[in-house]
C-alpha cells in the first residue's frame, strides 16, 4: 500500500464515521422526540382525565355517600345530566373513546363506548384483559400502547365519598387522533433534518482539520511501520550473513511458509507472526561463536550444544523489541519436531505453534533445494522424498500434505532463481499483510 492509497484509505474511514455517527445521532434523537411527545400527550391526557373525573366525583359524591351498592342507572343518569351540564370535550390530540365504571369488588358499573371509533373491539379486548390496580384518593394509573397501529392512552382514577374513601374506579380509553399523530411524524422529521444538518455543518467544519491531521499521522504511520520492516529485514540479512548463506534464504523460506499459511487458511494476524519469524529464525545465531557456526566438518556433541543454544539466544533478542515478540512462535520453535524429539523443549504435535510447525516443512525443503558452497541443489523428487520420510516424526502430516500440494509450483518459481524473484514477492507480501492495515488507522 502506497503513502497515497492509504491516505485515501484513512480519509474513507474516516467519512463512514462521520456518516456513521450521523444515523446514529439522527436515530437517537427521533426516538427522543417521539418518546417526547408521547409522554406530553401522556400529560395531557392525564390532566385532561383527572380534571373531569374530578369534577364528575364532585357531582355524583352524594350518591357516592350511600351505603348501597352503586347503581348503574343512576351513574348514567349522573353522567348524561353532567355532559349536558359541562359539554363535551374537543381535544385537538383526540378523543376519550371508553369510559368504563367499576365498584370496588371489581364489577362494571357503567359502560360508555364510542363505537363509531373503528379499533373499538381491540380497546374492549385490551381492557377486559387489563388488571387495574388498586388506587388511593390522589392516585392514578397510566398505560399507553398501541392498538391496531394506533396509539392510545388508558387511565385509571379514583372515585372518592366525602369521606375521601375511594368507592369506585374510573377508566378512560383515549385515541390519539390522526392530526396529533401527523404532528408527532412531523417533529421527528424536523428532528432528523435538524441533527442531520447540524452534524454535517460540525463535520464540514472540522474535517478538514482532521484529515490534516489524519494526513500527517498515517504518513508517521506508513514511516515508522517501513522503518520497523526494514530492520527486520536487515537483521534477517545480518544473520544470513553471519551464517554464510546468503539473502535469498531467508526470502524464499518466508515465501514458501506465507503461500503453506495461505493455503492452510492460518488467519492473517498469525501470518504476520510468521513473517517475522520467518525472517529473524535463525537470529540467535549472531550469538555463537565462528569455530561452532562456521565449522565445516560435523559438530561435536559439546559444539552440537552450544549450537542448539541460538534459540535461546534468539528469544532473547526478539524479547528486547515489543514489535518483534510475535516472531517467538517460530523464533523458538522451528527446530521443534512432531514426535517430540526435536529442542529446546521437546514439544509435540499441536503444543508445537502452527507457525513453527510450518516453518519447520519449508525450511528443510529450501536447505535441500537451494545451492550452498557445501552442496549442489537437490532435485525436487529427492527433496520431497525426505520431507516425506520425515512424515509423524519431523513434520505435521496435515500441513505436509498442503505442502505437497504447493511445492512443485514454488519450486518451478523460486528455487535456485537468485535473490531477485523471491525478494520482490516478499515485498509484496509485506506489504499485503502489514502495510494494509496500517489504513485502519480509526477501526
Request: proline share 3%.
Amino acid at each position: 500500500m502506497t503513502s497515497s492509497s492509504l491516505h485515501s484509505s484513512v480519509h474513507r474511514v474516516l467519512l463512514l464515521r462521520l456518516a456513521a455517527a450521523t444515523i446514529i445521532l439522527s436515530l437517537l434523537f427521533a426516538a427522543l422526540a417521539f418518546y417526547t411527545d408521547q409522554r406530553r400527550i401522556e400529560r395531557e391526557v392525564v390532566d385532561l382525565a383527572r380534571l373531569r373525573v374530578s369534577q364528575f366525583n364532585q357531582y355524583v359524591r352524594d350518591s357516592l355517600d350511600t351505603a348501597e351498592p352503586l347503581s348503574t342507572a343512576t351513574l348514567n343518569q349522573k353522567l348524561d345530566e353532567f355532559i349536558d351540564k359541562t359539554g363535551e370535550v374537543n381535544v385537538s390530540g383526540g378523543k376519550f373513546v371508553l369510559v368504563r365504571i367499576y365498584d370496588q369488588t371489581g364489577t362494571r358499573v357503567l359502560d360508555r363506548a364510542d363505537d363509531s371509533y373503528e379499533s373499538m373491539p381491540a380497546v374492549k379486548s385490551a381492557v377486559d384483559a387489563a388488571t387495574i390496580p388498586a388506587l388511593a384518593a390522589d392516585d392514578f394509573h397510566v398505560v399507553t400502547r398501541r392498538l391496531e397501529g394506533l396509539p392510545v392512552v388508558g387511565v385509571a382514577l379514583p372515585l372518592a365519598n366525602s369521606a375521601n374513601e375511594v368507592v369506585a374506579r374510573v377508566v378512560g380509553v383515549f385515541a390519539v387522533s390522526a392530526e396529533a399523530i401527523d404532528g408527532i411524524r412531523g417533529n421527528i422529521l424536523r428532528t432528523l433534518a435538524y441533527v442531520v444538518g447540524l452534524v454535517i455543518a460540525t463535520a464540514l467544519a472540522i474535517y478538514p482539520i482532521i484529515g490534516r491531521l489524519l494526513d500527517r499521522l498515517s504518513r508517521q504511520t506508513v514511516r515508522l511501520l517501513d522503518s520497523n520492516l526494514e530492520i527486520l529485514q536487515v537483521l534477517g540479512s545480518a544473520i544470513a550473513k553471519r551464517d554464510s548463506d546468503t539473502d535469498a534464504h531467508n526470502y524464499r523460506v518466508s515465501v514458501y511458509s506465507v503461500r503453506l499459511a495461505e493455503t492452510t487458511g492460518l488467519p492473517r494476524d498469525e501470518i504476520q507472526s510468521l513473517i517475522k519469524g520467518a525472517l529473524l529464525h535463525d537470529v540467535g545465531k549472531l550469538a555463537i561463536r565462528d569455530n561452532v557456526l562456521l565449522k565445516q566438518g560435523k559438530l561435536t556433541n559439546d559444539e552440537f550444544s552450544i549450537m542448539k543454544t541460538h534459540v535461546e539466544h534468539g528469544l532473547e533478542i526478539t524479547a528486547r523489541a515489543r514489535w518483534l515478540e510475535d516472531a517467538n512462535p517460530v523464533v523458538g520453535g522451528h527446530h521443534e519436531k512432531f514426535d517430540g524429539a526435536g529442542y529446546p523443549d521437546g514439544l509435540r504435535g499441536e503444543d508445537i505453534p502452527v507457525a513453527a510447525r510450518i516453518f519447520a516443512i519449508t525450511d528443510v525443503f529450501d536447505a535441500l533445494t537451494s545451492r550452498r558452497p557445501y552442496k549442489a541443489p537437490m532435485p525436487f523428487d529427492e527433496a520431497m522424498e525426505i520431507l516425506e520420510s520425515g512424515r509423524g516424526s519431523h513434520f505435521d502430516p496435515a500441513l505436509l500434505d498442503a505442502f505437497c500440494g504447493i511445492a512443485r509450483n514454488l519450486y518451478d518459481n523460486f528455487s535456485d532463481k537468485g535473490d531477485d524473484k523471491p525478494r520482490r514477492q516478499l515485498e509484496s507480501m509485506i506489504d499485503e499483510y502489514f502495510k494494509r492495515d496500517a489504513g485502519d488507522l480509526l477501526a
